[in-house]
């Protein structure tokens, strides 16, 4: 007749008993890294959170390349280049929205520069002149010839 099925049965799809995981045990061995997170952001964070060198004075200094990044956008935006402030600006706005604390504080007329920005909008949209006619008698009624 035929074979005889039983829970020994060792083939394609049926490892030995003893080689199997252990009910309750972890699914990876020790000593086996779980896989690197592969995002593009799990990326760029890896490469910005690295080491490189720069010279300071006559030493060398290791610092994140995220650091030398931020430094050299301060030092453009300190000397005049609104593209790397409109960056920094960014940056601050985007790191106040995930609830860090903001990494750049820009004031100006002692403001936070987009608190001194919304009024300035909030100023332009008022001046603009409205849709409707203006009374041409202005606000105390007409004027009496003398």
């Given at each position: 007749m035929g074979k005889k099925?039983?829970?020994?049965?060792?083939?394609?799809?049926k490892p030995?008993?003893?080689?199997q995981?252990?009910?309750?045990g972890p699914g990876r061995k020790p000593g086996v890294r779980p896989p690197a997170d592969r995002s593009f952001?799990?990326?760029?964070d890896r490469e910005l959170d690295s080491l490189t060198s720069i010279n300071v004075g006559e030493s060398r200094k290791r610092v994140t390349k995220r650091w030398v990044i931020v430094r050299q956008q301060m030092k453009a935006a300190v000397q005049g280049d609104v593209a790397a402030a409109k960056m920094l600006m960014r940056l601050n706005t985007h790191v106040a929205k995930r609830g860090e604390k903001p990494l750049v504080v820009c004031t100006v007329e002692g403001?936070?520069?987009q608190e001194w920005q919304r009024s300035r909008e909030r100023d332009a949209a008022a001046r603009q002149p409205s849709d409707e006619p203006e009374n041409a008698e202005g606000p105390e009624g007409p004027e009496e010839p003398e």
């Open positions: 099925k039983t829970d020994d049965e060792v083939g394609y799809g030995p008993k003893h080689t995981f252990k009910n309750g952001a799990a990326l760029i403001r936070p520069v």
